[in-house]
């Protein structure tokens, strides 16, 4: 919910319009302190009063509290009288109209007087069972199958899906052409869904370009991007923001790189996107903060900056370029003997089978390494564990901060060349683990040699 602050001041002041008794007769009104608490009220209208003492002058202010901040949101459905007055017992009157929309609606009184101030919330639930009334946009040129589209271009016979809000519900399907007049029309842009209590969009596979939609739709559970999509978001423009459950997001694979652009550089601001599925190369780079699992399609070669905190990050094979670095707590190259360039990888858990040509290898946990590894380069980290494949040949990276490591196993029968040497801590309480044939090359090669314990792999 986002919190917009109305001019309060303007809107108290309004007349509040006056109400004679056979009004108040027919609607239910009770009487509350302003600091019992927060006021909870159903969909229906409400006449009501609170209660305060002041010792010294006072004044009202207010702050709407609104889940809608597209459009026009700021409707004044209460009203209140008076908004200020003199020291001793004080009432307000507020009157709530009926709430005929689909969304909690909520405003904040500030009530204040010399130096002390005191809030009450008004909270008027939604109906449940209500139906959504359909809203035609304001501007619009055709109407086919309740898809509302504006002409772009008569000479190309293109289309675009427009509005927004409760103009569509439920679930939509936006074919690839329309036939109107005798003439077809390709369907290739989609500006709307905005605000909307859409649960489901289907995007036809003529479209290109996806401008300014799919913001605050709260129905929205998953979405999935055709491979004609070549642009999403524009100048002035958001995508896919605050849709508080949608959950899933597919980007179909494609040849073509698809161009994302969003003006805060946030793209899927506040939308929990728990599995995400990622067909091709992209321009924009990424942060999910709930996402559980990040799949990378086969056609992707330059993949961009991705971070995934909780999540689990497969790099396939595919992959030859991260423009820029990567997050997640578990981070799976897959095997390749195609190096990859990276800007930097940091994880809990990293499991590598290709080579890295990378700025930092930061893991705070465990590191693996597979046969295609032949060298490790600019390691750090807090890791407790490395286990080292017999291809590795050379490592380097500050493994003198890697403090905490307390097992190192070295499958190679030749010591790798080290460029730097662990810490003294692992040095004393570490164990490493080599091959049996080995030990003693082990133990006279350094910095190898400077382990206290050294046993054979079991």
């Known amino acids: 919910m986002k919190k917009i602050l109305f001019l309060g001041i303007l809107a108290f002041m309004l007349p509040f319009t006056s109400c004679n008794n056979e009004e108040e007769d027919d609607m239910k009104t009770f009487t509350v302190n302003f600091d019992d608490g927060d006021v909870e009220l159903d969909a229906g209208e409400h006449l009501f009063y609170v209660t305060f003492f002041c010792d010294q002058p006072w004044r009202l202010d207010v702050t709407w509290l609104v889940t809608d901040p597209i459009g026009s949101p700021m409707d004044i459905w209460c009203q209140f009288s008076p908004t200020y007055g003199e020291a001793g017992n004080g009432k307000i009157r507020i009157r709530a109209s009926k709430n005929t929309t689909e969304k909690k609606r909520k405003v904040e009184l500030s009530l204040s007087s010399g130096t002390q101030k005191r809030t009450l919330k008004i909270i008027q639930n939604a109906d449940p069972e209500a139906p959504i009334t359909p809203v035609e946009p304001d501007e619009y040129d055709l109407m086919v199958d309740n898809i509302y589209y504006r002409l772009i271009s008569l000479e190309d016979a293109t289309l675009e899906v427009t509005g ?10 936006i074919p690839d052409n329309v036939e109107y007049k005798d003439k077809t029309f390709k369907v290739t842009t989609i500006k709307a869904f905005n605000n909307s209590p859409v649960t ?115 790099i396939p094979a595919n992959v030859t370029t991260i423009s ?58 807090y890791m407790e564990s490395i286990d080292i494949s017999s291809s590795v040949q050379f490592i380097s990276g500050d493994l003198s901060s890697c403090g905490n490591l307390r097992e190192i196993i070295c499958r190679a029968t030749t010591p790798p060349q080290i460029d730097d040497s662990f810490s003294d801590d692992t040095y004393f309480h570490g164990t490493l683990y080599v091959p049996e044939q080995s030990l003693s090359l082990y133990k006279g090669t350094s910095p190898w040699s400077n382990f206290i314990d050294i046993q054979p792999i079991k």
């Open 164 to 173: 927004d809000g409760n103009a569509y519900q439920g679930d939509v399907v």
């Open 324 to 381: 820029g670095g990567i997050s997640a707590s578990k981070i799976i190259f897959e095997n390749s003997n195609t190096n990859l360039e990276i800007g930097d990888a940091y994880a809990d858990t990293i499991y590598l089978d290709r080579n890295l040509n990378i700025d930092n290898l930061f893991c705070s946990k465990s590191l693996i390494t597979g046969n295609n590894v032949t060298y490790l380069y600019n390691i750090s980290g």
């Open 200 to 314: 489901s969009v289907k995007i036809g596979n003529n479209v290109t370009d996806i401008n300014n939609s799919f913001n605050y739709c709260p129905n929205l559970t998953s979405i999935s991007i055709p491979a004609s999509v070549k642009n999403m978001g524009g100048s002035y423009d958001h995508v896919f923001q605050n849709c508080a459950n949608l959950s899933e997001f597919i980007l179909e694979d494609g040849d073509e790189p698809i161009h994302i652009y969003d003006p805060n550089n946030e793209p899927f601001k506040n939308t929990p996107i728990k599995t995400l599925y990622w067909g091709r190369n992209c321009n924009q780079s990424f942060s999910f903060r709930e996402v559980e699992t990040i799949s990378i399609g086969k056609k992707v070669t330059e993949c961009p900056g991705i971070v995934a905190l909780l999540g689990e990050l497969t």
